[in-house]
């Protein structure tokens, strides 16, 4: 007997974590991404979410692991080997009704992902398999979690979601130790706790029950409706999802809260929600702290205050740069990537029905196979390689315009060696704070552009660089940080430089170091940077005279 699952009323705190999946709970359209770190009870959360459905409402959590098959559906192989060819629903069809839980969904594969997110948006879901085709209803809650520590989410699917929550554990002594003790007495008798909040879990119910049956009558104003556009306008936001979900989660807290017709506190509270991971915040840690008094900077051209005061632009210089090549770590074959082709085997790792069917036809007139006619499905799922660019654009890069050399160097290194499913990101640091200039995108044209308006002047905070760098690295990620190496603000009122090499040595992809400093003034601070951590190191001269720098992962194990 499977244990009663964690009522949901008795969840502490995480207030708009719960709102937002009681919004979606009213109106499944509202999809909601969750994202935190692990053990603050995403998981939890989304599963107690399902129990106040009405029942008997699947909670079904899709595996990393899944196959294209086993998601979307495929042929039914006994029913096609008895000579009566059908459809087998997947997990999609399956979640009708109920919840779907994609638990790391940032490392869900790309083409399943997009499939998954297409019949949520439509609530049918359409497979064609094998000259077959058949639609199934598939409305369902969905729910993504992610930590943002192990990669974001491709900016296309990112707008998909309707809703978006940022989560931590709580930090107070007190909340924590009441989580702690209602978890521990759920974990010694679940049916006893649950019957418990069984007030709390049919009044919520209820709450549910009448705000689903009364959503088509909620009327939104015209004036509303203005405020929402207008708001969203406001936020330079491009995509209309963001306003069709502000319309949508506002219709459903006016259903939720028995209101008549949305009102502008309905929008207001709601907004937090659509626009979460809609606006881009840069800085992902706190900016670092500044001495109270600083030592003076080196006296030259480049520290010198009128220097630091001024920020400039400069446009690139046409630099020639040499192709990069990422050799990924060895790996068990895929299942997850598209299937590209087919191979006649005895022992197929994943079968593909079609092609034995026909070859056994072909050979033998009947649809029995026998193991010469096997052939396995093929799949070549090629992650794409994230150029995470961290490009130093401190004073130090006006002097004698280096700044031009540098942006050339970048729009040259990503336009030879950009490929398609590839994504660039981009990290500035300049003054007191490293900002993300540009969040991972698969647009090259948008990495270009960003390149040639960022400006250039201030300190240099490479400490905080590297380590806001470190919340962006995937398993695919070449860093490639282009810095004089002239480290001057540190992040805890320590050695700015001994900071820097301490971030630096959290950094666990492939890295290549550009030394953009020039050679009559080397202080050789770069170099040292990447040999204390096994980097490659070149200098901005070098790029022209290189053809093809190839790294690798063993570089840095």
Not at 97 to 125: K, M, Q, R, T
Not at 159 to 178: H, Y
Not at 204 to 226: D, F, G, K, M
Not at 318 to 331: D, I, M, N, S, Y
Request: some cysteine; proline content about 10%.
């Amino acid at each position: 007997m499977r244990p009663a699952p964690y009522p949901f009323a008795a969840i502490v705190g995480q207030q708009q974590m719960k709102l937002a999946l009681l919004l979606a709970a009213v109106d499944w359209r509202l999809g909601v991404l969750l994202r935190g770190d692990k053990g603050s009870g995403k998981t939890t959360t989304a599963r107690a979410l399902a129990a106040l459905l009405l029942s008997p409402a699947p909670f079904i959590n899709l595996p990393i692991g899944a196959t294209e098959d086993r998601l979307l559906g495929g042929l039914h192989l006994e029913r096609a080997l008895q000579g009566d060819p059908i459809l087998k629903p997947g997990l999609l069809s399956q979640a009708h009704g109920g919840v779907l839980y994609v638990d790391e969904i940032n490392l869900l594969p790309a083409h399943l992902g997009d499939a998954l997110l297409d019949a949520a948006a439509s609530g049918i879901h359409t497979i064609e398999r094998e000259g077959l085709s058949a639609s199934h209803p598939a409305e369902f809650v969905l729910l993504g979690s992610m930590n943002p520590e192990e990669g974001t989410l491709r900016p296309q699917l990112l707008d998909r979601f309707a809703l978006s929550v940022d989560i931590s554990a709580p930090t107070d002594p007190l909340t924590r130790q009441q989580v702690v003790e209602q978890r521990l007495t759920y974990e010694r008798n679940p049916q006893a706790f649950a019957q418990n909040w069984s007030a709390e879990q049919s009044h919520l119910q209820s709450q549910i029950t009448t705000a689903r049956r009364t959503l088509p009558t909620i009327l939104c104003p015209p004036e509303i409706l203005a405020l929402i556009t207008q708001t969203i306008a406001a936020q330079n936001i491009r995509s209309l999802r963001a306003d069709l979900a502000t319309v949508r989660a506002a219709i459903a807290l006016a259903a939720l809260t028995a209101s008549p017709e949305v009102t502008p506190e309905h929008v207001e509270t709601v907004l937090p929600l659509v626009l979460a991971h809609r606006t881009r915040t840069p800085n992902r840690t706190p900016p670092p702290q500044q001495p109270p008094t600083p030592p003076p900077p080196p006296q030259s051209e480049k520290d010198s205050p009128t220097q630091e005061a001024i920020d400039r632009i400069f446009t690139p210089h046409q630099v020639e740069a040499p192709t990069l090549r990422l050799t990924q770590p060895a790996q068990p074959p895929q299942t997850t990537g598209p299937v590209t082709s087919t191979r006649a085997t005895p022992t197929p790792t994943e079968l593909d029905l079609r092609t034995t069917l026909t070859h056994a036809l072909r050979e033998t007139g009947t649809p029995t196979p026998r193991l010469s006619d096997l052939h396995e499905k093929i799949r070549t799922p090629r992650p794409g390689t994230r150029f995470l660019l961290v490009i130093d654009s401190s004073g130090s890069h006006a002097a004698q315009e280096r700044m031009r050399l540098v942006k050339g160097a970048v729009t040259a290194l990503l336009t030879r060696s950009f490929q398609r499913n590839d994504e660039a990101a981009i990290i500035l640091f300049r003054g007191t704070a490293a900002q993300i200039l540009l969040e991972p995108t698969q647009t090259l044209a948008d990495a270009i552009a960003a390149l040639e308006y960022l400006p250039t002047g201030g300190r240099t905070p490479l400490a905080h660089a590297l380590t806001l760098a470190q919340t962006l690295i995937t398993p695919t990620t070449l860093l490639i940080l282009l810095t004089d190496g002239r480290a001057n603000v540190p992040i805890n009122n320590g050695d700015p430089w001994q900071e820097a090499l301490a971030a630096a040595h959290h950094i666990t992809c492939p890295t290549l170091i550009i030394d953009t400093e020039p050679p009559q003034n080397a202080t050789g601070q770069t170099r040292t940077l990447a040999e204390s951590i096994n980097a490659r190191y070149i200098t901005l001269e070098d790029l022209p005279t290189l053809e093809t720098l190839t790294l690798s992962h063993s570089q840095r194990s």
